[in-house]
């Protein structure tokens, strides 16, 4: 089968998730992902744990399919070493602070002098330029900065810690993604490579569109626990069962609000949309909390409502739906041991669908760099 990158090389500059996971989803299409680690240490993310053989699993997950070559990007003889490599690379990935890469020799306009194809794509979190852009952050930092963190508050109007690494991956990779695509699409036509500035912290403001548009236009700026989605409406709202589990119910539009109104039996007076939305809360919050999570899930089997039980990430993995679908089917191999793959986002008929391993460190330096030499 045709991969739609497998003419395509990377070289992988990154660490931990941002890049990794962007060049895994390059990888998965068919790209030649070549990562460049630190020797004796590599990727930080070999460190972590559970262990799956030598590596973390994480690690695995995140690099199956890759290749490895491990140099010192500070000795004198680093870039003529990779010159080769880079001379015939379609594209680079890095995750450093702005000005690092320049610094060790490897920026875009090094870079670019040797390969004028080249797409060079630089994740950070605030960018390459503004007050913002050498200042340390993580994931929770981006989100709180980018106002998504205080969209999401508890009972007690304190903001909740997310389940996910949101800027990340919603933020980095998937923007780099989708933004090396597209330059590989110009550069078919031009010739001509480009530099790619991809700031997490500002990719986050788009997930938010609808607290945009009603701040923007009406000047009314949402805030946690008082908007649709974040609380602030019966019709999205997650309800305690009587078993201490938990009813995610987001009956939004009017046919759903009416079928949930019916199968749980609210009264007509509370349905309507002039209703007080915390009297409906809590009429809605009394009625779900009286029967089991079991119970209320017959209940909704079947009908048009627009409401899940709320599921361990254990229950999850273990969903017929999830199988069917062939999301962990594929695996990832270490040292004898395998466990699933990472499903997605590469369609189907997109990728390799054979089981990978991720790369010991430095395990193809010889090979590569004596075969870039040749």
Not at 8 to 33: K, M, N, Q, W, Y
Not at 51 to 80: Q, R
Not at 308 to 317: F, K, N, P, Q, T
Request: glycine fraction near 10%; charged fraction near 20%.
């Amino acid at each position: 089968m045709m991969l739609p990158l497998q003419d395509i090389c990377v070289l992988d500059f990154s660490t931990l998730l941002p890049g990794p996971f962007a060049t895994l989803v390059l990888a998965e299409a068919g790209a030649r992902v070549i990562k460049i680690e630190r020797p004796g240490s590599g990727d930080e993310m070999r460190s972590y744990v559970p262990k799956l053989g030598a590596d973390s699993s994480n690690f695995h997950l995140l690099n199956a399919g890759k290749e490895s070559i491990a140099i010192d990007l500070k000795a004198e003889d680093a870039f003529e070493q990779l010159r080769p490599l880079i001379a015939r690379a379609d594209i680079v990935v890095e995750q450093f602070r702005p000005g690092v890469m320049d610094r060790l020799g490897f920026g875009y306009d090094a870079l670019r002098a040797v390969n004028p194809r080249l797409v060079y794509c630089a994740i950070t979190g605030w960018g390459q330029n503004g007050p913002k852009s050498t200042v340390a952050a993580h994931d929770l930092n981006y989100m709180a900065e980018a106002g998504l963190l205080g969209l999401s508050r508890g009972s007690d109007g304190a903001p909740v810690v997310p389940p996910v690494l949101v800027a990340d991956l919603a933020g980095g990779a998937y923007p780099a993604v989708v933004n090396i695509l597209l330059a590989l699409r110009r550069r078919d036509r031009t010739g001509e490579g480009a530099y790619l500035d991809i700031a997490m912290g500002e990719n986050l403001l788009p997930l938010a569109y609808w607290g945009l548009g009603n701040g923007f236009t009406t000047g009314a700026w949402p805030n946690g626990g008082d908007a649709l989605v974040t609380g602030g409406s019966p019709r999205y709202q997650i309800y305690r069962t009587a078993d201490g589990r938990f009813v995610a119910a987001a009956p939004i539009e009017d046919r759903f609000w009416n079928n949930f109104c019916n199968l749980i039996g609210l009264s007509p007076e509370l349905q309507s949309a002039d209703s007080d939305p915390e009297t409906v809360k809590s009429v809605i919050a009394g009625i779900i909390a009286g029967r089991t999570a079991d119970a209320w899930r017959a209940v909704f089997a079947g009908q048009d409502v627009c409401c899940s039980i709320v599921v361990s990430l254990e229950e999850a993995v273990a969903d017929p739906h999830f199988a069917a679908r062939g999301c962990f089917a594929r695996k990832v191999v270490a040292d004898g041991r395998s466990i699933p793959s990472l499903s997605g986002p590469v369609a189907a008929c997109f990728r390799d669908d054979h089981d990978r391993s991720a790369p010991p460190l430095g395990a193809q330096t010889e090979t590569l760099l004596t075969k870039a030499r040749v």
